[in-house]
């Protein structure tokens, strides 16, 4: 089955300075590769999304690039503010079939004032 | 669009009992996703639904475990003779059923087993 890294497991960062958060996935056949924001006591949000066709996404501050050749994927925030402090997870679904996430193990974001 | 809702939020139960418990998927979408959560984690894959349909089911789902979609709306999910490795959180996540949809998850069940 798929199996997703994600690295690092803490990261702290001046507000206004970029984060940049990691992934590698193991299934060559993975197409689908979404971001997830988690705030305490709650379920992982949605915040982006990749397709295997297509190298790199960007929503205001935020942004995903794809390597399908070295099956890694990375989460870029940029001019970071104190409410990006969460835990962020990224996963991926493998193309064979099975349609359940396989998620990382999630980086806590820690925004310092 | 109210979200997906799951129902309770805190459940304590004694190790043996039986406990259930209830997602409302968003309405217009006919995938429903069951993951656990535990502390430090990323969600883990438990089963899944298209309409009523269970389609694909995780290792980690014991016999202890079951889930059903009976009419193609809300789910429930069962864990009988709940063990201490059962605490955690259980989410609940919808979808449509067309291509790469993405998920939208609920707030979990936090579940604790004394």
């Known amino acids: 089955g798929e199996n997703v890294e994600q690295h690092p497991s803490t990261l702290s960062v001046q507000e206004g300075d970029s984060a940049v958060i990691k992934c590698t996935y193991s299934?060559?056949?993975?197409?689908?590769f979404p971001w997830y924001k988690q705030e305490l006591g709650k379920g992982p949000q949605l915040i982006i999304d990749?397709?295997?066709?297509?190298g790199e996404k960007k929503d205001q501050r935020i942004a995903v690039t794809l390597n399908k050749t070295a099956k890694h994927f990375s989460l870029h925030i940029t001019e970071t503010q104190p409410e990006d402090s969460a835990v962020y997870f990224c996963?991926?679904?493998?193309?064979?079939?099975?349609?359940?996430?396989?998620f990382g193990k999630g980086t806590h974001l820690i925004i310092q004032p | 669009d109210t979200g997906v809702s799951q129902d309770p939020r805190h459940k304590i139960t004694k190790r043996g009992q039986n406990v259930t418990f209830r997602c409302d998927p968003i309405?217009?979408?006919?995938?429903l996703y069951w993951y656990r959560q535990t502390l430090g984690q990323g969600p883990e894959f438990l089963t899944y639904?298209?309409?009523?349909?269970?389609?694909?089911k995780s290792r980690l789902l014991s016999d202890r475990f079951s889930a059903e979609r009976p009419k193609g709306s809300f789910s429930t999910l069962e864990i009988q003779r709940t063990e201490q490795g059962d605490s955690a959180m259980y989410l609940c996540?919808?979808?449509?059923?067309?291509?790469?949809?993405?998920?939208?998850f609920g707030n979990g069940t936090r579940l604790t087993v004394t």
């Open positions: 996540a919808s979808s449509l059923a067309h291509g790469n949809s993405p998920l939208h």
């Open positions: 299934d060559s056949a993975s197409n689908y």
């Open positions: 990749i397709r295997s066709n297509v």
């Open positions: 996963a991926a679904r493998s193309g064979g079939g099975a349609d359940g996430l396989t």
């Open positions: 309405s217009e979408h006919n995938r």
């Open positions: 639904f298209q309409n009523e349909a269970q389609l694909e």
